[in-house]
DNA sequence: GTGATATTGATAATCATTATCAATTGATAT
DNA sequence: ATATCAATTGATAATGATTATCAATATCAC
């Protein structure tokens, strides 16, 4: 099953990078790692806290911003800027869920898409600014087209 | 001369555009444009008030974030999210102007640049996905190339 | 000039995120 | 299993950028 093995393969690769960098695997980190896999959307701080305490009502705020940007240095989770006021996350396995976000500026809907075009040419223009690329922040705002799918 | 131009035309369409929606032209909203238009860089709120301030002793911080909402409404200036916490402005007069920016993550050094193909690209994308383009963030960050211009 | 009202400066409030610190816990060696 | 010790946690205070409040002031159409 796909969804089984990115799973297994996301706890392992926290428990491996964890012992990596002489971190320590706690229940907490556990818990919210797990509802964050879970997620199928890109909750923030509180969002996730919430969450998390309906598995534990004594992990803190705290905790969650702490475990939050741990993740993030290991490249386990993303944290987006949707410009509302506050960071979202995501999980973020490998390289391979690259991804950026269209967002919907009358709902506030989020649609996810790649484009490897986009990645190469974006890859393209660092190179010929003279620089080797390590990050970069995309996102679309808009409306709805009124088509005929309306 | 065409830096004289840009100034004129971005201090008439300031006083043009806030006739037009009922707004005042005044003393704090001159100094505060004008230092901005006279800036190569992307000063943050706290960083501009310090340079109008050396104009104007009395200006306050509120009055430079005030009138940077107004402005930017106005589309006479764009605020940008370099990553560090704080928002940065530009004059941005026009549709001339659009550009995104390239942020050197060693040395802070921030390079400007636009790219048609790019600004094509992500259009395309947009329409694919059902979607009226209305707004686009864009920031790559990377290091210097070690290449023999070096 | 006068008057309605937009704007301002000073300052308090907000709100997301970080820092602090004593108490607790996880990993490792014995 | 127990001792050890650094990493982690929860509670809470602090931070820092931005916004809201409000009485005083300035702008502009008349
Ligand atoms: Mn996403
Ligand atoms: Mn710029
Ligand atoms: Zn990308
Ligand atoms: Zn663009």
Redesign the pocket.
């Known amino acids: 099953m796909d969804l089984v093995k990115r799973e297994q393969s996301a706890l392992e690769g926290l428990e491996a990078l964890c012992?990596a960098k002489?971190?320590?695997?706690?229940?907490?980190?556990r818990v919210i790692v797990q509802i964050l896999m879970d997620a199928d959307d890109h909750p923030?701080?509180?969002e996730l806290h919430s969450m998390v305490r309906k598995v534990d009502r004594?992990?803190?705020?705290?905790?969650v911003?702490?475990?939050l940007?741990v993740l993030e240095q290991m490249n386990i989770v993303a944290k987006r800027d949707f410009g509302d006021?506050?960071?979202r996350y995501e999980i973020s396995v490998g390289q391979r869920d690259h991804h950026h976000h269209m967002i919907d500026i009358e709902s506030g809907e989020v649609i996810e898409f790649y484009n490897q075009e986009l990645e190469d040419l974006k890859m393209r223009i660092a190179d010929e600014l003279g620089f080797d690329l390590v990050d970069h922040h995309l996102e679309l705002f808009g409306t709805r087209l009124a088509s005929a799918g309306d």
Do not use: K, N, V
Request: net charge positive; aromatic share 4%.
């Open positions: 012992h002489g971190l320590r695997i706690t229940g907490q980190r923030d701080a509180d004594s992990i803190s705020i705290a905790t911003y702490r475990t940007q006021g506050r960071a």
